[in-house]
């Protein structure tokens, strides 16, 4: 039997796991895209990859808007969203209306911690897994998607009653969906994508939280410097520490599961974070140099609320939260000023 996948947010990730899920025989793998939708329509993708070589994922349908992926009356076994997060802007899961069945599961391969809820209470039958991917890939240019290096994700499925109380009737159905993706990436080539349950995979987020959060903020108040600056500068250094150590603190007491052994210890980041010589800057403080709204909330906001809502503070994620607020919103005060 086919699956049919829809991917909302055909960019760079989104498109590199289309174009490995669409290998499989047996499953139709369609695409919306936004800026990329008259390349792709034409020419499909071309993917390039150290791993997995050259070639082209013609998508089975390439929409241009949900509009008219609604129009096709096609029944989505799963729909797939790697948009940026961004609840201070939009909600993001309004996209899907009309998309979704009781049947279909949502996979949300997104930064930060809480992109789940939206989903969960707009489609409240819906199974929804959640996805946490460290593959490099780039859009150079519309249509041509470039997989650099990394291709592993893990998703586990989301179920937000198991962190306080017991489980439900319907957690089985979307482990085994959860489950049923996983092993299509293995079936598409990604050979270390993994399912974890829903508390280690939310611990996987807040370790990543743990990185975004401290460097990511960081950066940007520092004047944009790299990584590799920011962990080779005394100061700054501890700082980082600091705020990894206070996150992932944090993170067992609220999902009540000790951090797995395998994570890297703040500590060991930073080691590796002192060998890159890339170059590189957290995305963070590149949508800030390109004016663009920053994942505050995922990033910051919410971990905030949600360990405060647990009855824990996180005293250096505030202040860099609070201050990068602050510094967007009279940027945007700014901006708007200048349009009239």
Same mark, same amino acid.
């Given at each position: 039997m086919s699956s049919e996948i829809l991917i909302v947010g055909a960019g760079a990730i989104g498109a590199f796991y289309a174009s490995r899920l669409a290998q499989i025989a047996s499953t139709r793998v369609s695409v919306i895209c936004r800026s990329n939708y008259s390349a792709v329509k034409a020419n499909g993708f071309k993917v390039s990859s150290p791993q997995y070589g050259d070639y082209t994922f013609t998508p089975s349908h390439t929409f241009a808007n949900p509009a008219e992926a609604r129009d096709s009356r096609v029944q989505w076994d799963?729909?797939?969203? =790697?948009?940026?997060?961004?609840?201070?802007? #939009?909600?993001?899961?309004?996209?899907?209306?009309?998309?979704?069945?009781?049947?279909?599961?949502?996979?949300?391969?997104?930064?930060?911690? +809480?992109?789940?809820?939206?989903?969960?209470?707009?489609?409240?039958?819906? =199974?929804?897994?959640?996805?946490?991917?460290?593959? #490099?890939?780039?859009?150079? #240019?519309?249509?041509?998607?470039? &997989?650099?290096?990394?291709?592993?994700?893990? =998703?586990?499925?989301?179920? $937000? &009653? @198991?962190?306080? +109380?017991?489980?439900?009737?319907?957690?089985?159905?979307?482990?085994?969906?959860?489950?049923?993706?996983?092993?299509?990436?293995? *079936?598409? +080539?990604?050979?270390?994508?993994?399912?974890?349950? &829903?508390?280690?995979?939310?611990?996987? /987020?807040?370790?990543?939280?743990?990185?975004?959060?401290?460097?990511?903020?960081? #950066?940007? @108040?520092?004047?944009?410097?790299?990584?590799?600056?920011?962990?080779?500068?005394?100061?700054?250094?501890? &700082? @980082?520490?600091?705020?990894?150590? *206070?996150? @992932?603190?944090?993170?067992?007491?609220?999902?009540?599961?000790?951090?797995?052994?395998?994570?890297?210890? $703040? *500590?060991?980041?930073? /080691?590796?974070t002192q060998k890159n010589t890339s170059g590189s800057k957290p995305s963070m403080a590149l949508d800030w140099e390109q004016g663009k709204t920053m994942e505050l909330e995922v990033i910051l906001g919410n971990p905030i609320r949600i360990a405060r809502e647990r009855g824990f503070d996180l005293p250096r994620l505030q202040a860099l939260y609070a201050l990068l607020r602050m510094a967007q919103q009279t940027r945007q005060k700014a901006q708007s000023k200048s349009k009239i």
């Amino acid at each position: 039997m086919s699956s049919e996948i829809l991917i909302v947010g055909a960019g760079a990730i989104g498109a590199f796991y289309a174009s490995r899920l669409a290998q499989i025989a047996s499953t139709r793998v369609s695409v919306i895209c936004r800026s990329n939708y008259s390349a792709v329509k034409a020419n499909g993708f071309k993917v390039s990859s150290p791993q997995y070589g050259d070639y082209t994922f013609t998508p089975s349908h390439t929409f241009a808007n949900p509009a008219e992926a609604r129009d096709s009356r096609v029944q989505w076994d799963y729909i797939v969203v =790697s948009t940026k997060a961004l609840p201070d802007v #939009s909600d993001d899961s309004e996209i899907l209306d009309g998309l979704v069945n009781d049947s279909t599961a949502i996979v949300l391969i997104q930064n930060g911690l +809480g992109v789940e809820a939206p989903y969960a209470r707009r489609f409240p039958k819906a =199974s929804i897994c959640s996805a946490v991917t460290i593959a #490099s890939c780039a859009q150079p #240019s519309h249509g041509h998607i470039t &997989h650099n290096r990394w291709t592993r994700i893990n =998703s586990g499925p989301y179920l $937000p &009653h @198991l962190d306080t +109380g017991n489980s439900q009737s319907t957690d089985d159905r979307v482990t085994a969906q959860n489950n049923a993706f996983i092993r299509m990436l293995k *079936e598409g +080539g990604i050979k270390d994508a993994e399912a974890y349950d &829903h508390a280690k995979l939310q611990l996987v /987020r807040w370790h990543k939280i743990a990185i975004n959060a401290s460097m990511n903020p960081s #950066s940007v @108040l520092a004047g944009g410097v790299s990584n590799y600056e920011m962990s080779n500068d005394s100061e700054l250094a501890l &700082h @980082l520490k600091g705020v990894m150590e *206070e996150v @992932l603190d944090v993170a067992p007491k609220i999902l009540g599961k000790p951090l797995p052994k395998e994570f890297a210890s $703040p *500590e060991a980041i930073l /080691r590796s974070t002192q060998k890159n010589t890339s170059g590189s800057k957290p995305s963070m403080a590149l949508d800030w140099e390109q004016g663009k709204t920053m994942e505050l909330e995922v990033i910051l906001g919410n971990p905030i609320r949600i360990a405060r809502e647990r009855g824990f503070d996180l005293p250096r994620l505030q202040a860099l939260y609070a201050l990068l607020r602050m510094a967007q919103q009279t940027r945007q005060k700014a901006q708007s000023k200048s349009k009239i």
